[in-house]
């Protein structure tokens, strides 16, 4: 999935640094710096495309460009997806938790403020990052753009053509385990969680993240969704449509 006609046909803008965090060859990020001299806080950033290989990180690159200059330290993630070796459930997962540990190291290095680190993913990026929130509680806050937040529910809906089933390794049936270990709404999650949807996405649903949001605050989770009328399921990742302002703003109300 790409984000809009101008993500296309453009370049990315470069990194100011592309490092790695493991061996595997999808095993690495693009980190940007804001001017100054910090400590900045620092948002991570795992991408979507439903799990799948052929999407990558490139079409991300506008967005955590655009965070860069407002202010925030950006970590731009690859990992593996379903197509490359280790890809899939849970070596996806253990990528990005290799990632995010990676970037708390680079505190010590980088002018980072470690106390004031997000998480950021969109679609199929916003399950791990939210899953990765349930397992380690040392960010700031988690925020799921457009985000498949309920694996069983992708699956009810067939998403994608099934793509959570080729995530999981199965349906719900065949490998319930999976589904719970994987779907952040079955999971515990204790920091803060912000959820964005446009009300007008056709490829996720905007009532996944409503479910979601109902269900987290009868557990007493600290969650807030923010809707967005008239929008789909890329403007809330491109820093050139109308709405992108909003979102931004919610972004550093984080931190």
Known sequence: MQNSDHILTDAPPPADAQLRY????????????PKGAG??????FVHGGFWRARY????????CAALTKAGFVTWNLEYRRVGNPGGGWPGSFED????YQFLRQLAGKYPIDAKRIIVLGHSAGGQLALALAAHHNSMRGVVSLAGVVNLRRAWDLHLSNDAVMEF???????????YHEASPAELNIHCEQLLIH???DDIVPAQMSRDY???????????RLLEIPKTGHFEIVDPES????????ALAGLV
């Open 22 to 33: 493991g061996n595997d060859e999808y095993q690495f990020g693009d980190l940007r710096m």
């Open 39 to 44: 400590p900045f806080a620092a948002a991570m």
């Open 56 to 63: 990558d990180l490139k079409h991300a690159s506008f967005l």
């Open 96 to 99: 990005v938790t290799a990632g």
């Open 168 to 178: 999981l390794g199965g349906d719900p049936q065949r490998v319930p385990d999976h």
């Open 198 to 200: 446009g009300t007008d």
């Open 213 to 223: 949001a109902k269900q987290k605050l009868q557990k007493n989770e600290k969650v």
């Open 242 to 249: 109308k709405i992108w302002p909003k979102v931004e703003s």
